[in-house]
């Protein structure tokens, strides 16, 4: 199996910097890509950015592009996701999550990272 831990998380102000990590171990050659979701309260889950595991394709949300960017420590297989200029809206349980080759599903089961925004 695949485990997935995330980190990073906390409160700041709005304009503020984060940067969330996502350290991953176990089988980690089956996974095909690794994506960052969040959930904020009351909303449902949404996608915010994907990076392809043995690969430099990356994808981020249109809400999110001009100020979150994703890295990859290959070394330490860990994922990180910058956020810049953070905004309220952001606030949401950050969680990351692995898609297996041959699969069309992302697999959950960190316990996610709190993101506070405060305007």
């Known amino acids: 199996q695949v485990q997935v831990v995330e980190s990073g998380g906390g409160l700041v102000q709005a304009g503020d910097s984060l940067r969330l990590s996502c350290a991953v171990s176990?089988?980690?050659?089956?996974?095909?890509?690794l994506g960052w979701f969040r959930q904020a309260l009351g909303k449902e889950r949404e996608s915010v950015a994907a990076?392809?595991?043995?690969?430099?394709?990356?994808w981020l949300a249109d809400s999110v592009k001009s100020r979150f960017a994703l890295s990859r420590d290959n070394a330490k297989n860990t994922v990180h996701l910058q956020m810049n200029n953070l905004k309220a809206e952001d606030t949401a349980v950050y969680y990351c999550?692995?898609?297996?080759?041959?699969?069309?599903?992302?697999?959950?089961g960190g316990q996610g990272t709190q993101v506070t925004v405060s305007s």
């Open positions: 999550a692995y898609k297996a080759r041959g699969t069309d599903t992302y697999n959950f």
């Open positions: 176990g089988r980690t050659w089956i996974i095909q890509s």
């Open positions: 990076i392809a595991w043995g690969g430099p394709a990356t």
